[in-house]
């Protein structure tokens, strides 16, 4: 994959839902593509509707891309997350790591998900779809 090709990005885990993939890097990132009409890969992109007869909304990730985790939770700014698990279930994916605040270093455990919700998949108390990662306070 092209847009994962530079050394500092070395993939060391990858997962596989109905039709979006996880990429996860030596250096705790995640990166995703795929199918995101529930945003299971995490981009916050809105569905487009579909150009057919069917009432479907569509949005699709042709090249994996970034997610953004942690700093949108009211942590500082300095706050980093290094992610060392990626999962992916049907329309739904979460993220277990690491964030590190300050320069003290201090590692708090943290998981994230994000996709479809409708069964309560992602264990944030509604049933929502989350486009962005979002977490998930009770498996701190």
Do not use: M
């Amino acid at each position: 994959v092209r847009a994962l090709a530079s050394p500092e990005l070395q993939v060391i885990q990858a997962a596989a839902g109905y039709a979006h993939s996880l990429f996860l890097t030596s250096s705790g990132h995640v990166f995703g593509c795929g199918l995101d009409n529930f945003g299971q890969v995490g981009t916050r992109r809105a569905p487009t509707p579909a150009p057919s007869s069917r009432d479907q909304h569509v949005s699709s990730v042709l090249a994996p891309l970034p997610l953004e985790l942690g700093g949108h939770s009211g942590y500082p700014k300095e706050a980093q997350v290094f992610i060392t698990g990626i999962s992916t279930g049907h329309s739904h994916s979460l993220a277990t790591g690491y964030l590190k605040k300050g320069r003290d270093g201090l590692a708090l455990r943290r998981t994230y998900c994000w996709g479809l919700n409708s069964g309560g998949q992602c264990i944030v108390g509604d049933d929502d779809c989350l486009r962005r990662p979002t977490e998930v306070p009770e498996l701190q």
